[in-house]
Antibody
Framework: QVQLVQSGAEVKKPGASVRVSCKAS????????IHWVRQAPGQGLEWMGW????????NYAQNFQGWVTMTRDTSISTAYMEVSRLRSDDTAVYYC????????????WGQGTLVTVSS | DIQMTQSPSSVSASVGDRVTITCRAS??????LAWYQQKPGKAPKLLIYAASSLQSGVPSRFSGSGSGTDFTLTISSLQPEDFATYFC?????????FGQGTKLEIK
């Protein structure tokens, strides 16, 4: 069955960077976009952007341009999302999700990765 | 950015009740709207896409309607497993934006 398995929880200091991985299985990784969505504690969902695993092309929400980088390694069917210059308000659960229907809908999600930013 | 406003922010209902949640877009989004269900500590789950299409495997008691700026999610007969938070998501234009969520609680 289709699975997206994310890397484990991270604790980082302000100003540091974090990279979250998302390993896909049981489908053709290059055939579907990967989206990233985050959720601050007790808050709603925020779409961060997507990566086309086939081309490597990315599309970031303006709020994240310049300090979030999405990449992929097709040899191991894994997408990555790196956040630099972390601030306390970046504390959130970060999810990856597979895009379908022209990449507009997210049918499979990773389990989420909690990133805590604290001094 | 397109703002998505859900109402109500929370609702209490009983098993067997019919519940409707609404989502309003700040500008027209055609039918590019999806509904997701999220339970505590879990990833969201896709219920409805393209405003009214039921995702495979989702029970038929869930339905969606609307186009343009006004959308609804209806649960025809609440089941115990339906108590969760529901989010709408517009995918008409970037950045994609979610509603703030509607928490469905047991009365």
């Amino acid at each position: 069955q289709v699975q997206l398995v994310q890397s484990g929880a991270e604790v980082k200091k302000p100003g540091a960077s974090v990279r979250v991985s998302c390993k896909a299985s049981a489908y053709t990784f290059t055939g579907y976009y990967i989206h990233w969505v985050r959720q601050a504690p007790g808050q709603g969902l925020e779409w961060m952007g997507w990566i086309n695993p086939n081309s490597g092309y990315t599309n970031y929400a303006q709020n994240f341009q310049g300090w979030v980088t999405m990449t992929r390694d097709t040899s191991i069917s894994t997408a990555y999302m790196e956040v630099s210059r972390l601030r306390s308000d970046d504390t959130a659960v970060y999810y990856c999700a597979r895009g379908i229907n022209g990449a507009r809908d997210f049918d499979y999600w990773g389990q989420g990765t909690l990133v805590t930013v604290s001094s | 950015d397109i703002q998505m406003t859900q109402s109500p922010s929370s609702v209490s209902a009983s098993v067997g009740d019919r519940v409707t949640i609404t989502c309003r877009a700040s500008q027209g989004i055609s039918s590019w709207l999806a509904w997701y269900q999220q339970k505590p500590g879990k990833a969201p789950k896709l219920l409805i896409y393209a405003a009214s299409s039921l995702q495979s495997g989702v029970p038929s008691r869930f339905s969606g309607s609307g186009s343009g700026t006004d959308f609804t999610l209806t649960i025809s007969s609440l089941q115990p497993e339906d108590f969760a938070t529901y989010f709408c998501l517009q995918t008409n234009s970037f950045p994609y934006t979610f509603g703030q969520g509607t928490k469905l609680e047991i009365k």
